[in-house]
């Protein structure tokens, strides 16, 4: 059958990972009132900063180690694991491969790439703390060529 859906059903689960920091400040800024995003995209990093702790503190007494899942603890599961950093590349290169028409529109700006400039030293070294497997996975993935990336997806 070379219908799209039935494409996409051959390749199983797939996860695209994000850095740590732009995935933080995406995820906040989204939970963020409105008036504190107008402070956030002003670039009011002590406005974010100060959600960002207050989240994170919150969670902790909570008895969450982290803010969110960390991305390391699902991706063993997924049969292609890609890159938000690149994605439209890797997903279009997925649809390739597996004979599959549909391709990502142009990519846009990711706010959270754009916040992270706003994160103060503590945050940062918090994050890098808490989701350090998830560093580890984001560097080894993009030390990879799109081949080995989506050596698991298999054609149609």
Not at 76 to 105: N, Q, T, Y
């Amino acid at each position: 059958n070379s219908h799209p859906q039935y494409a996409l059903q051959q390749i199983g689960f797939v996860h695209a990972t994000c850095d740590p920091l732009a995935r933080l400040a995406s995820a906040v800024y989204y939970q963020m009132e409105n008036k504190d995003r107008r402070r956030a995209d002003a670039g009011d990093a002590a406005s974010f900063n100060a959600h960002i702790r207050s989240r994170m503190a919150m969670q902790m007494r909570r008895g969450h180690q982290t803010f969110f899942w960390p991305q390391a603890y699902f991706t063993p599961f997924c049969d292609v694991v890609l890159r938000f950093e690149s994605l439209k590349r890797d997903f279009d290169g997925l649809m390739a491969k597996i004979g599959c028409p549909l391709r990502l529109p142009p990519a846009r700006e990711n706010r959270g790439n754009r916040l992270v400039p706003l994160l103060a030293d503590d945050v940062v070294a918090s994050v890098r703390r808490m989701y350090a497997e998830d560093y580890s996975l984001v560097k080894r993935l993009a030390g990879l060529g799109l081949d080995d990336l989506l050596a698991n997806a298999t054609s149609a």
